[in-house]
């Protein structure tokens, strides 16, 4: 998906606020890759400023979680610990946030 064909119009208002916020760090490259330009995680992953509070104390959320919950309206956290994982088949680049170069897999969350 390009950005410029993101549907705004399926997003709550709260989510079309991040969305708009991470915008502003991002450019996007002929591959539709959305490219961070914020701060990047020790794994390469962008990291934006994104804290939640658990059971276990403030957890960091990386750029490919929030971007999966924004586009899929899954919560950033729950009974089912989801991993999103790149399409290696789509995209190669640690720095692409578009939802649509990367998969989620339900794993037990302990």
């Not at 997003?11 to 002929?30: F, G």
């Not at 509070?53 to 960091?60: D, L, S, V």
């Not at 789509?90 to 339900?106: A, K, L, T, Y």
């Amino acid at each position: 998906m390009k950005i410029k064909d993101i549907p705004w119009q399926d997003l709550d208002t709260p989510r079309k606020l991040l969305l708009q916020r991470l915008l502003l760090h991002t450019t996007e490259n002929a591959n539709e890759c959305w490219m961070w330009n914020g701060a990047i995680a020790g794994s390469g992953e962008g990291q934006p400023h994104a804290t939640i509070n658990t059971e276990k104390g403030p957890r960091q959320i990386g750029l490919n979680r929030v971007a999966w919950h924004i586009f899929h309206d899954m919560p950033l956290l729950g009974s089912k610990h989801i991993q999103v994982s790149r399409n290696s088949e789509i995209c190669d680049e640690q720095r692409c946030w578009n939802p649509e170069h990367f998969e989620s897999i339900d794993l037990d969350y302990d």
